[in-house]
């Protein structure tokens, strides 16, 4: 038997590989453990605790279930804006649409602090909306929708729309079945794309936000900073923690969701097989008419021998 065996070349980049992976979370396991510990300077030395998560939840709660609808309100707002927007986009490509496209992504290009200072100049003279949860939904929408509009124009590019669209309008189909029926079903692995990363962003959303809030409406993010800012660093870790309890099974849903939806689309459900072949070729071959009569096939007789 033959052994594969590893040259320098594997050993070197699965060593850059834990590199990396050391890099992005050594940070936040000791932010973690120090949301955990009874003095972070002492360090492991002084035990373990859980009061400190106990007092985060205590002040701090409203700000999580605030971000949580925020973010899925985000999310309502993106799909019925962003995939109709997309949509179009992929029906009409043009010097125009892209234009739109780039126009779109302008809130991402420029700082989040500049966004929220043009929606302050904007709608700030409104006090109901400046006071509400709302305001900050505005620039959550978009900051984020962009990223939707991106992920769906990236599948329906894919898949070649405009041909599933002319298919489905020859057979009779209406253009509001065309959508519901052809359009959602071919792009549902990028709606869930954009989805998931409209629900991370919104949800973890710092700069753009902390213009925005107002005490009566803080969001985990700005809550982080806050505790950072003007409690122990305990308290800000037990925050991270907290964070991470909310985001993490979020994000697990929604590529639990996701993966099914991507074995949907490999493995569709086979329509039923035909239970007897021969009925479709003798309605074939029935008459057309109630006086047509059926005729009869020539017989060929065996070759007969003296």
Known sequence: MKTNRRGSAYWAQFALTLAVCAFMTVPVALSVLAGLTNNIFVGLQSGLTTRWVEEVWALYRNTIFLSLGIALACLVCTLVLGVPAAYYMALRRSRVTRLIEELLM??????????????ILLYGGLPWLRTSWVFILIGHVLFTLPFMVRSVLAIMSAIDIRTLEDAAASLGATRMQRFFTVVLPNCRQGILAGALMVVTLSVGEFNLTWMLHTPTTQTLPVG???????????????????????????????????????????????DTPMPFAG????????????DSTPQSQPQTEAPRHA
């Not at 122990?232 to 639990?256: D, H």
Request: avoid cysteine; glycine fraction near 6%; aromatic fraction near 6%.
């Open 106 to 119: 302008l809130p991402v290009a420029i700082p989040g602090l500049a966004t929220a200072l043009g929606l």
């Open 224 to 270: 982080l900073a806050d505790s950072y800012a003007s409690m122990r660093l305990e308290i800000g870790s037990a925050y991270t923690i907290v964070f991470f309890l909310m985001i993490i099974p979020l994000l697990v849903i929604m590529q639990m969701v996701s993966a099914l939806g991507a074995r949907a689309q490999r493995h569709p459900v086979q």
């Open 279 to 290: 009925t479709v070729t003798s309605s074939l071959n029935a008459p057309a008419g109630p």
